[in-house]
């Protein structure tokens, strides 16, 4: 509510002051239109959530993938372990009754021979199932060529909206400015070869934000 005052002070009614906010919009959108930034606002009004959800799509796939491999990782490990144990312990028991030579029975020498039977089935079966897993961690890779598609999208749209952020801050700088622009930054790469007054390089769009006080 605004408050009413007397003399020069005095109160602006509420649909005057309305009145005149809405005359301040449309002169302000007007403006805008007219320099060509609404269109500019208008894209990256609708680039920006695209870029996020873009982003969050990369998340997700990452996510999903680092998840893919750490389960088959850990299903590959116990089996890995497994082999290995068998191994080791088969080694020592046939070093032993290598050892024991002619003093061991054709018993201990069968049972032997049925125990590394047995082993060496289980290392086939848990070979197989490594080998599984494995694929199972190169195909949750191949989110990379599709967030790799996705990133090199956001970037173009990042540049994209720098690129013409500074071309407006190039056309609408102030002509004393843009005479103290013209023998440096002005007249180096182009945007849009088309154009003139334009830039490009990363160093020059900082030495211009620079120079204008930015």
């Known amino acids: 509510m605004v408050e009413q005052h007397s003399g020069a002070g005095a109160m602006v009614p509420n ?3 309305l009145s005149r906010i809405g005359h301040m919009t449309r002169t302000l959108h007007d403006s805008l239109r007219g320099l060509g930034l609404d269109k500019l606002i208008e894209k990256a009004a609708s680039d920006i959530p695209d870029a996020r959800d873009r982003l969050d799509y990369v998340a997700r796939l990452s996510e999903n ?3 893919k491999v750490l389960n088959a990782t850990d299903a590959a490990s116990p089996l890995q372990d497994q082999i290995g144990g068998d191994a080791r312990t088969l080694k020592a028991e046939w070093h032993g009754l290598l050892a024991a030579g002619e003093q061991a029975d054709n ?5 032997l021979a049925e125990q590394t039977i047995a ?6 079966t848990g070979t197989s199932q490594t080998k599984a897993h494995l694929m199972d961690i190169m195909m949750a890779q191949d989110f990379q060529d599709l967030t ?3 990133i090199k999208k956001v970037t173009a749209i990042a540049q994209n909206l720098e690129q013409q952020l500074v071309q407006m801050l190039v056309d609408f700088a102030p002509d004393q400015m843009k005479k103290e622009l013209d023998n440096g ?10 154009r003139e007054n334009v830039v490009a390089d990363q160093g020059q769009v900082d030495d211009l934000l620079d120079s204008l006080g930015f």
């Open 15 to 17: 649909e005057e002051f």
């Open 148 to 150: 790799g598609q996705v």
């Open 107 to 111: 018993a201990a020498w069968r049972a």
């Open 65 to 67: 993938a680092a998840q």
């Open 185 to 194: 930054l002005l007249n180096g790469p182009q945007i849009d070869p088309t």
């Open 119 to 124: 082993a060496l089935d289980q290392a086939a």
